[in-house]
């Protein structure tokens, strides 16, 4: 059994929302819309409780949860309050950086998910 099937079978969380996408540098990242009542943070152990979603960022390429490594959170109103604009997900990761383009796909998705 695989790192990354002992690790969908361990954490069991709810039907996701999570779409892949490149950055400009073809880095992957996972992206998770977080409703009321799914699972998250570490482990998955929390409960999100509040109406307004969250999105989360993953690199893809690192197999630490279903989805990837956990690199940040945002609410969803702020990042759709965003326009022609990138994302520095973690200052010090160069990689880590979600070109306008890319960021534009994103909003546009995250549109149809709320």
């Avoid at 993953?58 to 630490?64: F, I, Q, R």
């Avoid at 969803?76 to 070109?99: F, H, M, Q, V």
């Amino acid at each position: 059994m695989d790192f990354v099937h002992r690790l969908k079978t361990k954490y069991k969380v709810t039907a996701d929302a999570v779409k892949k996408f490149k950055n400009d540098k073809d880095a992957e990242f996972s992206v998770r819309v977080v409703y009321s009542g799914d699972k998250y943070g570490l482990n998955f152990k929390l409960t999100h409780d509040k109406d307004a979603p969250l999105v989360e960022f993953y690199d893809a390429e690192h197999p630490h949860t279903q989805y990837g490594q956990f690199i940040s959170r945002y609410y969803l109103s702020k990042l759709l309050e965003r326009t022609n604009a990138g994302l520095d997900l973690l200052g010090y990761e160069p990689k880590w950086k979600i070109d306008r383009d890319t960021m534009a796909e994103i909003i546009s998705w995250l549109k149809t998910q709320k």
